[in-house]
């Protein structure tokens, strides 16, 4: 490179670095800064920049934007800002520095080559530890292809952490735990047969951002929440990071999958970022606008206030705020062709600028109107650590939400709790006590019994307690309230009763998740048996605690043959798959209810017996070729008889069976048996499920 490029003042639009014409325009956004440098490299680990351009506040400064165009500059240039002002830290909650090297906000490539988070921590110079951006190429031949628009209704979701996801040696791909690796096992994911994958962040994150004890561990932030730059993708999974190949590795991934018909769904975490508390690195926001970007106390501007337990709390509902984090959504849709996000504790969002719970956030309903935004599905974790709790409250009415609420009765009632009976109905219908009240609709509610924070599936059945010293601290960490049950032994055994009764009990948590109306969302490597050893909290653990290992595909071939089959049963009914809730009036099509409650005897549903753990119900298809579905769960120690109604001109035909052997627990409809007169013999702890067929 030159020595020295020629500059121009440049445009305060659009934020970033972004090529234009013969060279590159630079735009960062900071208001109360004095003196603004641009550094220039040429990779992203040399020592000194060969050029530092210094930016004229009467030339380089149009309201509070500072820019520069720089002529003749290739992309591919690597590039970091200083920044200098006010560091009234008590009285502003300014944390201005001159020597720290800082990100672009809006940067779409990183490195971390040189990262170190303790220096960042420090005051002074951090030149020889800071990360670096990079102007990247945004041509792309997409060859046709959009974000796709998969209705609600029939989505599938299943939530992924892409390094884990292919790290493990059994994984058998070229570039291990990178977007290129996950590009490999997309035929996996098209025979499973779901709709979307849910990734967990992707967005570039801090992996040096755990506590103390942890890191003297030598574990590292694995999960992903804890986002700096919120344009980049992660560079940890990337093949080539240093070449700033970022956004095509991610597009490449985006155009695989939906190629195989699968949408992309970004977990992403803007109520906190990586800066952390009061102490914690200067990285980008805290360095250009912290009294902006964070929220503080009314009286003392040097606390932060944290509703996220990760030591600040985004001001999302402040103007510049909600702009630039409604601009990063539009970006990844309109860019990277992401067809939704998942938005992390998005309760924090709903919060004002002085903390208090704002009834119509302008963040959520610009997200919700925004025109760019129409077609992407939006769902929220809709709580916040600070005990704001809005599941079937959320702002808005496009938003889907995390249904905690299902995940706990389904949870208690597959372990056997009493006095479930009417609400797990309501779950399993859509949660219209949640959502009907306020015009949403069954598929605001997404449902599920695991997720990446918790228990695993299988260790949902192994475990009464969590397990987590391996995390280093000192089992402190992690959820206390597990809702499990570990069928008579903590942990691994060798006693086949138990084992026997822990996959069962597996197979109904799918069965009953696969059947319920709403949007449902499998955790991967549940269809494996995969377990984390009680671990309910493995966010620090990127080993094969937490990667999936593949030979599992093969030992518990029987598990996922079953996840499969149930998937596909759940796609041949429409009648599961409803956009509206369900009115116990006939259908349309035959004229029978569309819904019909029972126990162990028909049209007898046990309500008001506290004491029952079963529920039957009698689902009737919605299309001329749909055949109806008689679904009985029995969550108690004893089997029992159930009687089977009588629909003329059809028969009852067998499709799962939870407490039989493979193969034999669940068939597609042309494998079924014809069930003999009308009642069949229930075992205890098993769903069972009937589809009927012309005589």
């Given at each position: 490179m030159q020595n020295k490029y020629q500059l121009r003042p440049g445009n305060p639009y659009p934020s970033g670095a972004r090529a234009k014409m013969k060279g590159i325009n630079f735009s960062i956004f900071s208001r109360y800064a004095t003196h603004v440098e641009l550094l220039l490299f040429e990779t992203s680990d040399c020592d000194e920049p060969f050029q530092t351009i210094v930016l004229q506040p009467d030339i380089n400064r149009t309201f509070f934007s500072w820019h520069v165009y720089v002529v003749g500059l290739p992309v591919g240039t690597w590039y970091a800002w200083r920044m200098d002002g006010p560091n009234h830290v008590r009285e502003a909650g300014l944390h201005f520095d001159k020597n720290k090297q800082l990100i672009d906000p809006c940067a779409r490539a990183v490195s971390h080559k040189r990262w170190s988070r303790k220096a960042a921590c420090a005051p002074g110079d951090n030149k020889d530890t800071a990360m670096r951006c990079v102007v990247v190429d945004d041509n792309y031949d997409w060859e046709g292809d959009v974000p796709l628009r998969i209705r609600s209704e029939r989505a599938i979701v299943y939530e992924l952490h892409v390094g884990g996801f292919t790290r493990h040696s059994s994984a058998n791909v070229v570039n291990p735990g990178t977007f290129a690796g996950l590009i490999e096992k997309i035929p996996y994911l098209k025979e499973l047969g779901i709709t979307h994958v849910e990734l967990l962040p992707v967005m570039a994150f801090d992996e040096q951002d755990v506590p103390r004890h942890t890191a003297d561990l030598g574990l590292r932030n694995y999960w992903g929440y804890s986002t700096h730059s919120f344009f980049s993708p992660h560079p940890g999974y990337c093949v080539t990071p240093e070449q700033g190949t970022h956004v095509q590795e991610f597009r490449d991934l985006v155009k695989a999958l939906h190629r195989a018909g699968i949408g992309v769904i970004m977990d992403v975490v803007f109520n906190h970022t990586a800066e952390a508390g009061a102490d914690g690195p200067i990285i980008n926001f805290r360095g250009i606008g912290d009294d902006i970007f964070y929220h503080h106390d009314k009286f003392d501007k040097s606390i932060l206030h944290d509703y996220t337990g990760c030591g600040n709390t985004v001001n999302a509902n402040h103007p510049l705020v909600a702009n630039f984090i409604i601009s990063c959504l539009e970006y990844w849709v309109r860019e990277m062709h992401v067809d939704g996000f998942r938005f992390d504790l998005a309760s924090a969002l709903a919060r004002g600028e002085d903390g208090e719970v704002l009834q119509d956030p302008p963040l959520l309903w610009g997200i919700e109107l925004s025109e760019q935004l129409a077609k992407t599905k939006l769902i929220a974790e809709a709580w916040d650590a600070a005990g704001l709790y809005q599941v079937g409250s959320f702002p808005g009415y496009r938003w889907a939400e995390w249904n905690g609420r299902y995940r706990d009765v389904i949870r208690r009632f597959v372990r056997g709790d009493k006095g479930l009976v009417s609400e797990l109905a309501t779950r399993l219908c859509g949660s219209s006590d949640l959502y009907e009240h306020k015009?949403?609709?069954?598929?605001?509610?997404?449902?599920?019994?695991?997720?990446?924070?918790?228990?695993?599936?299988?260790?949902?059945?192994?475990?009464?307690?969590?397990?987590?010293?391996?995390?280093?601290?000192?089992?402190?960490?992690?959820?206390?309230?597990?809702?499990?049950?570990?069928?008579?032994?903590?942990?691994?055994?060798?006693?086949?009763?138990?084992?026997?009764?822990?996959?069962?009990?597996?197979?109904?948590?799918?069965?009953?998740?696969?059947?319920?109306?709403?949007?449902?969302?499998?955790?991967?490597?549940?269809?494996?048996?995969?377990?984390?050893?009680?671990?309910?909290?493995?966010?620090?653990?990127?080993?094969?605690?937490?990667?999936?290992?593949?030979?599992?595909?093969?030992?518990?071939?029987?598990?996922?043959?079953?996840?499969?089959?149930?998937i596909a049963l759940r796609k041949r009914h429409p009648s599961i798959m409803r956009r509206r809730f369900l009115t116990g009036k006939p259908t349309n099509t035959r004229g029978i209810p569309e819904i019909q409650w029972h126990g162990t005897e028909i049209d007898k549903p046990l309500w008001d017996d506290y004491e029952a753990r079963f529920l039957a119900f009698t689902l009737a298809g919605i299309e001329i070729d749909e055949a109806d579905l008689h679904v009985a769960m029995n969550m108690s120690d004893r089997p029992v008889v159930i009687e089977l109604p009588v629909i003329p001109g059809r028969t009852w035909c067998l499709a799962v069976d939870t407490s039989l052997q493979s193969q034999q627990d669940i068939a597609l409809p042309q494998d079924q048996k014809k069930v003999r007169g009308n009642s069949y013999p229930v075992n205890s702890r098993t769903v069972v499920v009937f589809e009927n067929e012309l005589d």
């Open positions: 015009g949403r609709l069954p598929i605001n509610s997404v449902n599920f019994v695991t997720c990446h924070d918790g228990l695993t599936l299988y260790d949902l059945f192994s475990y009464n307690e969590k397990h987590n010293y391996a995390n280093g601290e000192y089992n402190q960490d992690g959820c206390n309230n597990n809702l499990s049950f570990n069928c008579g032994i903590e942990g691994e055994t060798d006693d086949l009763s138990i084992l026997a009764l822990r996959r069962k009990q597996v197979k109904n948590a799918f069965a009953m998740l696969l059947l319920s109306h709403g949007v449902p969302m499998l955790l991967a490597g549940d269809e494996l048996l995969n377990s984390q050893h009680g671990n309910n909290n493995c966010y620090c653990q990127n080993n094969e605690l937490s990667w999936i290992d593949w030979s599992m595909t093969k030992q518990n071939a029987d598990m996922l043959r079953f996840v499969r089959l149930m």
